[in-house]
């Protein structure tokens, strides 16, 4: 079986709530090894933790999406380490820049990136970055931060330009593509990807969103991940296991703490 990580889900959103187990059951069956539930609001951690919990293929991070920070201003870098002492949480955030609907106030967005930041540097856990209309400031930002010390990272759900995924890429960072490059009107998109080195790509959901095609229109579930890595694939000009062994490998490579399934090993 070829084996699969979707490493950006949303499984404590109310779309699973009738449908869990189904939802675990489609993703074993599509060779779904590791999950990971991201958090948006430091306040929902607990349920983000339950959910988790519930089986050995899922794991968590610990953060606040960039719409969400006015909501919860006063979380520090101390707050936010303190949670990464769990052996489930894998991973910062997710954190970063939304500009495109100004949820949250730029400066505000900033500011809590940055915290997010320092999070990461002292865990030594990847941060999971969420940018939209925001390119040149999580640019300037993540490389001002990364002089003042290391630290791992992913774009997630990448969509745009080309000259953030090599800024990543240059400060260390991994690329994670998601539904969207299978979108009709993703060409430019796919033509990055097919650019991109395999060794810094990893694959996601971001269910219940983006739902791949043929899917389109319906919730996103992680077995759809199969389908964004056959894209991936067919762009590559690689077979699918080569692909899938590929984006696994650089999951397990970034996201140190989490451990592979016995049942998949």
Known sequence: MTMLVDSHCHLDFPEFSEDFSGVLARAEAAGVATMVTISTRFAEFPKIREIAGRDERLYCSIGIHPHNVEEEPEVTTAELVAKTHDPKVVGIGETGLDYFYDHSPRELQQTLFRRHIAAARETQLPLIVHTRSADPDTIAILRE?????????????????????????????????????????????????????????????????????????????????????????????????????????????????????????
């Not at 990543?168 to 009107?185: E, P, R, V």
């Not at 991940?225 to 694939?233: D, E």
């Not at 140190?256 to 090993?265: D, I, Q, W």
Request: net charge neutral; charged share 25%; proline share 7%.
């Open 145 to 265: 931060e990364m002089g003042k010390g290391a630290f791992p990272g992913l774009i997630h759900c990448f969509s745009t330009g080309r000259e953030l995924a090599e800024a990543a890429i240059d400060l260390g960072f991994y690329i994670s593509l998601s539904g969207i490059l299978t979108f009709k009107k993703a060409g430019e998109l796919r033509e990055t990807a097919q650019a991109l080195p395999l060794d810094k790509l990893l694959i996601e959901t971001d269910a219940p969103y983006l739902a791949p095609v043929p899917y389109r229109g319906k919730r996103n579930e992680p077995a759809f991940v199969a389908k964004t890595a056959q894209v991936l694939a067919e762009l590559k000009d690689l077979p699918i296991e080569t692909v899938a062994e590929a984006t696994t490998r650089n999951f397990f490579t970034l996201f140190t703490k989490a451990k592979l399934p016995e049942r998949f090993s």
